[in-house]
């Protein structure tokens, strides 16, 4: 269920790999708990017995009736996976990285674009690349994941996570990216109850995938990625990725390595994206090409060993 494993360097450095899996709790979850055993490991006390906020007791309490919603759900389901946990892919996925500099951010989202999230403008740019790569093959829906502000400030393992799914008329590539940030925000509503309700029809039994059953977006900037500290020291680099994903692929969008006087709206932007094998070169050679964003080689490194 959780796997951590620890590697010194005779430099004096260390590296941590923490395995997670998601029924446990969110990502989220998964970041406050290795922060919260760095707290522990320091010799800092432990947080006092917890309640239940309203919303959690609300939820657990709700009996979901009637009908499930019509709208689109994110989720696919699967065959029965049974203790596989991960559901088979028809395709060869692959993982990568991309490092967005403060500089490209501030050329992406020039002043009419300052008001959208820096997440919506990273989906927005992405989606329109994999359009032009998928061509007729591309689904014109893609599925938005967030973590609700709510759980930020609760220590307790849970999933919150906000779903929702835009729907667009035509390919994304024929969006300007204004245009396609802009629907993103105003399509965004919360589907989760409509995924629990599905789920609840059989009584929890069969399996279902939600990363990657549509094109999925996921935003990680509020995260707090770089909270451990152990004997004084904070990590200068963190990276994320998600087994188990669907054929659509995923992208993950995670505050970069922080840095002084670097504040949430100008810090740099690591782009984890999981997708078909086949797919990944032509999107380096998009996103070089056009927008002079190239991966990041150190995570690159890392993952293919």
Not at 251 to 275: D, H, K, Y
Request: charged share 20%; net charge neutral.
């Amino acid at each position: 269920m959780a796997y951590m494993q620890f590697t010194r360097f005779k430099c004096g450095g260390m590296a941590i790999g923490y395995s997670w899996a998601h029924v446990l709790g969110d990502p989220m979850s998964a970041t406050d708990c290795i922060n919260l055993w760095g707290e522990l490991f320091s010799g800092n006390p432990p947080p006092k017995a917890l309640q239940l906020n309203n919303h959690q007791k609300k939820a657990e309490n709700t009996v979901t009736c009637g009908e499930v919603s019509l709208k689109p759900i994110p989720v696919k389901q699967v065959e029965l996976i049974g203790d596989g946990w991960l559901a088979p892919n028809t395709c060869k996925m692959a993982t990568n990285s991309f490092r967005i500099t403060e500089t490209k951010l501030k050329k992406m989202q020039p002043e009419k674009l300052k008001q959208v999230p820096t997440f919506v403008i990273i989906s927005a740019l992405i989606w329109k690349c994999l359009a032009k790569i998928r061509k007729s093959r591309e689904s014109k829906m893609a599925t938005i994941c967030r973590y609700l502000t709510l759980a930020k400030c609760s220590k307790i393992l849970n999933n919150t996570l906000k779903t929702s799914t835009v729907r667009l008329d035509s390919s994304a590539a024929n969006f300007g990216l204004l245009e396609l940030a802009t629907l993103i925000c105003k399509q965004e509503a919360d589907e989760w109850k409509s995924v629990e309700e599905l789920v609840d029809i059989g009584n929890g039994k069969p399996d279902f995938v939600l990363y990657g059953a549509n094109l999925t977006f996921v935003d990680m900037e509020g995260i707090n990625l770089y909270g451990l500290e152990l004997k004084g020291q904070k990590p200068i680099q963190v990276d994320y990725s998600i087994d188990g994903v669907g054929d659509e692929g995923a992208v993950l969008v995670l505050q970069g390595p922080q840095r002084a006087n670097a504040t949430s709206s100008n810090q740099e932007r690591i782009v984890m994206v999981i997708l078909p094998e086949d797919e990944i070169p032509q999107l380096c050679e998009l996103l070089s090409g056009e927008f002079g964003i190239t991966q990041d080689l150190k995570i690159n490194r890392k993952l293919s060993l």
